[in-house]
């Protein structure tokens, strides 16, 4: 493209801040004046970018003049703030945080699944859940295929959802714990210690016993998929992993499909790679996804309980697939890449 465009990233010095900041190079999107922004915390550190050395400023409503894409990652209290601010300066605002995502207004978008949705925005477009992102990549071509009725998923999320202080805190954990197994831990930003445990609580609970992490997942999928009648159940567990979410998903399908008609739409659909034999030890795991752009998916079988049912394990980098690819993918979308 001839033309170049003036991008900012707000949450440039967070996980998935500099992440965007990665994927912007390595897609060689079409950059004029690139501007990393964060909070007062985080403002006066650098950052690289395409091997210039960069300051983060502090965002303002002015530091938006100018600017025309905005890939936002710095906390939904921030979002809520200076989205509005960036979209009124005529910046297309693509956020990464929860504010935006149920707002009727605003499109939730997934490019491979509703690249749609992108033509009715007013400013700001909402990046999914990083869970909800990678499940309904591998859903889509059977949702078009044969419908789905139900979806039941439990999630395996990686620490870095959390941010990079959550990450410290396992290791710091795990250090503590192989010096003294029985020293006492302190949990700060995990609700309980996440060194060699799980933490089946992701976000607070809401009054019905979900929580807000499930009820994303949700309200979410039913939004990007246009379909309120997909029953959809979740449970969202916190496991000490770095980097990458795993999840086990059984669907119900509203028409018989098989197993191999399966592995074949998902094998064709954009960014996703079906690893899927277990005779061969081969199935996907958050080691081996991490730092790569597709969604990977194996252990795909028949739900032996059910009548056109369906089990798979999908796994993605959360930071880069759901969150920093799928922010760029919709940037690229919006100028028409």
Request: proline share 5%; net charge neutral.
């Amino acid at each position: 493209m001839s033309k170049k465009y003036n991008v900012c990233v707000l949450g440039a010095t967070g996980m998935v801040g500099k992440e965007m900041i990665k994927v912007l190079e390595e897609r060689n999107f079409p950059v004029n004046k690139f501007l990393p922004l964060a909070s007062e915390r985080t403002a006066g550190s650098k950052v690289k970018f395409q091997g210039k050395e960069y300051t983060v400023g502090e965002a303002t409503p002015e530091s938006f003049e100018g600017m025309e894409i905005g890939l936002f990652s710095a906390g939904a209290k921030i979002s809520k703030i200076f989205a509005p601010e960036a979209a009124k300066r005529n910046c297309v605002v693509i956020d990464n945080t929860s504010h935006f995502r149920m707002d009727p207004e605003v499109p939730l978008v997934v490019p491979e699944v509703n690249p749609q949705a992108i033509k009715r925005h007013k400013g700001i477009i909402a990046n999914p859940n990083c869970s909800t992102a990678q499940m309904v990549l591998p859903l889509k071509p059977i949702y078009d295929a044969v419908g789905i009725e139900r979806i039941v998923v439990s999630t395996y999320q990686s620490t870095s959802g959390w941010g990079k202080e959550a990450v410290a805190e396992m290791f710091e954990q795990a250090k503590a714990l192989i010096a003294d197994p029985y020293a006492k831990i302190t949990a700060k930003y995990i609700f309980k210690q996440i060194a060699f445990n799980l933490v089946p609580q992701i976000d607070a609970f809401t009054d019905n016993g979900y929580t807000k992490e499930e009820i994303k997942m949700v309200n979410e999928t039913r939004k990007i998929f246009e379909d309120e009648n997909i029953q959809i159940s979740a449970t969202c567990v916190r496991v000490p992993v770095a980097i990458g979410h795993s999840e086990s998903v059984n669907i119900k399908t509203k028409k018989k499909i098989s197993v191999a008609e399966v592995r074949k739409l998902i094998a064709g659909f954009p960014t996703c790679v079906v690893l899927d034999d277990p005779a061969k030890g081969e199935y996907p795991t958050p080691v081996e996804c991490a730092g790569k752009n597709e969604t990977f998916v194996g252990r795909i079988r028949e739900d032996i309980s059910q009548a056109n049912g369906l089990d798979m394990w999908i796994v993605s980098d959360n930071l880069r697939r759901g969150a920093a690819l799928n922010a760029v993918l919709i940037a690229e979308k919006v100028i028409g890449i």
